[in-house]
């Protein structure tokens, strides 16, 4: 037992700049805590954080705002909050320390001079007995009735403790001020609270009591959660800065071969553009990732704490934890709103290049941010005229996919118009373009795994499979027993699709039907999207909302936004690597940009960008976004 109060002073109740018990304990706005006389200390050595009148945190250096600016340094620090609930901690266990270690010696025994080992503990008289000293403690007429626990059950001991008042020492805690929020006695009551309007019985309160610890505990536990996300998701920008800082050096390194000797130096130039970029970057991320760190060592001492209360059941516990917390404010942090670091590409013109070798530029490193960054704006980067000389009327592109072929990157456009399957890439600054023709009209695509994709063809009840090879080669067609009309990958062997008659379907990759599950709102949904947690993102042109579900139908979120807002004609769907949802509104010429929570963000692009009659859209692994338009596909990049 000795070594668990060790343990909780060491790790929860010591200073970071002492390394001693907390003294007079102060927490910053950035929830680290310290002793106020060694916040003074260090924030006399700080100049600039004096002359910025605030106090910096010796662990994240984040600067706390003084109240009163105008009054001497010394008296900074005396303005800040006090941490009640570490100082509860203190004063609950750091003074009895020195009995804990002392806490399997009888007390009796001990006046004696003796060391004999304790058995139980009395919960009225708060006193450890050898046997010997207990047969005498339960002969005495007024302690034979007390309540005895064995000490090899801790848990019980506590659980047994008498809940006594801090100030009258001799008198139990019975009544609980709502006004002052605290747990008193009688005398309190009398003396101290006589002005209090609204006291219970700590019995009635108990139950309110632990149930408000509960939700606490699950709140703690939900910010640690939120706090390692935010932190992993972090660790993974940094391995995306680093792999596409590679992929541009061979960009770079390519190019290079293709172009005589003295580029060389400015290929190296180049290059320190790319590490530079990503050192500073990723260096800016790991000073976030050290920060969150911090932040939850802080939460986990809460968590702790705290959960250790609810589950002891020990009265006296829970209201020093209750009483000590306060309105502590929860996290109200949104990672939907943390921004989205850019990308280094690089932008060259061979023939420039080799014309001009004197004046030769192997590239520019160029930052191209991702949608995922709010404020970066759409610049439109190229368009690709899906008309061919065969087509019998004008396409109409319902969707689009693009994958990655042997390092090429290759469009996919459903042209229902037409019924086929349309096929866009690049190779060598050369273009080429291929189609695959269809039974009847494509609907949605379903991208796969590698270069094969699924088509639904709702009309003949197939769903066709496709490999890019980047030439379309029709592997298989599945035949259905209802007309699939929307269609995505729910994983490596299952298929999520949307039919006619108000059902979602989960299918196997042979087109059997695996289960049904109800989406609420919309039962017919003419796009579906898999989101990276695996949940369904539908809508439905006549229903003038954007609905989310998990896998197994349990509601997620309902968008259905009014007044300017208001979905019209809502098509296709996708999201980003952050998470953040695409949707298309074909009637008002947009694309919409939400939360991964289905909060408004922004309108990405409307119809002074361009668009006309839009439906399908999807981003690449570059960031660019691509959105069907007309016979055309508009591809923009963001800035």
């Not at 801790?154 to 001799?170: A, L, N, Q, S, Y």
């Amino acid at each position: 037992m000795a070594s668990k109060y060790k343990k909780l002073t060491d790790k929860h109740l010591s200073c970071a700049i002492c390394t001693g018990v907390f003294t007079h304990p102060a927490t910053l706005q950035c929830n680290h805590t310290f002793c106020k006389s060694c916040l003074l200390k260090y924030t006399k050595t700080r100049p600039e954080a004096i002359q910025a009148k605030s106090i910096p945190c010796p662990s994240c250096r984040q600067p706390t705002k003084v109240a009163i600016s105008d009054s001497p340094l010394e008296e900074w620090v005396s303005q800040l909050k006090p941490s009640h609930v570490i100082q509860g901690l203190i004063d609950d266990f750091v003074p009895s320390t020195q009995a804990v270690e002392d806490i399997n010696i009888c007390n009796v025994c001990k006046t004696q001079g003796k060391t004999t080992p304790a058995t139980s503990w009395c919960s009225i008289c708060d006193d450890v007995f050898c046997d010997g000293c207990l047969k005498m403690h339960n002969m005495m007429p007024m302690s034979r009735d007390h309540e005895v626990v064995d000490l090899s059950d801790p848990t019980k001991v506590r659980t047994r403790r008498c809940f006594m008042c801090k100030i009258h020492r001799d008198e139990k805690v019975k009544l609980f001020c709502k006004d002052c929020k605290q747990a008193i006695c009688t005398i309190c009551c009398c003396i101290k609270h006589r002005a209090c309007k609204d006291v219970e019985t700590i019995e009635s309160m108990t139950p309110l009591v632990k149930e408000h610890l509960t939700n606490k505990t699950e709140e703690l536990r939900i910010n640690m959660e939120n706090t390692k996300n935010y932190i992993d998701l972090r660790k993974s920008t940094i391995q995306n800065i680093r792999s596409n800082g590679h992929k541009v050096k061979d960009h770079i390194r390519k190019s290079k071969e293709t172009l005589v000797e003295v580029i060389l130096k400015k290929e190296k130039l180049l290059l320190v553009d790319v590490d530079e970029f990503c050192n500073n970057h990723t260096q800016k991320l790991q000073a976030d990732i050290t920060l969150l760190e911090n932040e939850l060592q802080v939460c986990q001492q809460q968590y702790e704490s705290t959960a250790t209360a609810v589950t002891s059941n020990c009265e006296m516990d829970m209201y020093a934890v209750y009483e000590s917390m306060g309105e502590a404010s929860t996290d109200n942090r949104d990672m939907d709103n943390m921004p989205s670091p850019g990308r280094v590409v690089l932008k060259h013109d061979m023939d420039k290049l080799s014309k001009a070798v004197d004046e030769l530029q192997l590239g520019e490193v160029e930052v191209v941010h991702d949608i995922g960054d709010r404020h970066s704006p759409p610049v439109q980067h190229h368009t690709i005229d899906c008309k061919v000389d065969d087509d019998t009327c004008d396409p109409f592109l319902h969707d689009i996919t693009v994958v990655i072929v042997d390092d090429i990157k290759v469009t996919v456009v459903a042209d229902c118009d037409n019924n086929k399957l349309k096929i866009y890439y690049s190779s060598n600054s050369k273009s080429f373009e291929k189609h695959l023709p269809l039974s009847d009209y494509p609907w949605q695509i379903a991208t796969l795994s590698g270069s094969q994709i699924a088509v639904s063809i709702p009309d003949r009840s197939e769903i066709v499979t496709v490999d890019i090879t980047p030439d379309p080669v029709l592997l298989s067609t599945l035949k259905t027993n209802k007309q699939y009309c929307a269609l995505a990958c729910l994983g490596p062997s299952q298929l999520v699709a949307g039919t006619y008659n108000d059902t979602v379907d989960i299918l196997d990759m042979a087109g059997n039907l695996l289960r049904s599950i109800n989406t609420g709102v919309i039962g017919s949904p003419d796009y579906i999207h898999v989101t990276r947690n695996n949940n369904l993102i539908l809508c439905n042109e006549e229903v003038h909302s954007l609905v989310s579900v998990t896998n197994e139908g349990d509601d997620v979120f309902t968008y259905t936004p009014t007044g300017d807002r208001t979905l019209i004609c809502p098509q296709g769907i996708t999201t980003t690597k952050t998470g953040d949802i695409l949707l298309v509104d074909e009637t008002s010429n947009s694309v919409v940009q939400l939360t991964e929570s289905g909060q408004f963000v922004r309108y990405v692009l409307q119809e002074q960008d361009g668009l006309q009659s839009p439906n399908g859209i999807c981003l690449d692994s570059d960031g660019l976004l691509y959105v069907t338009s007309d016979r055309y596909v508009k591809v923009f990049k963001f800035c």
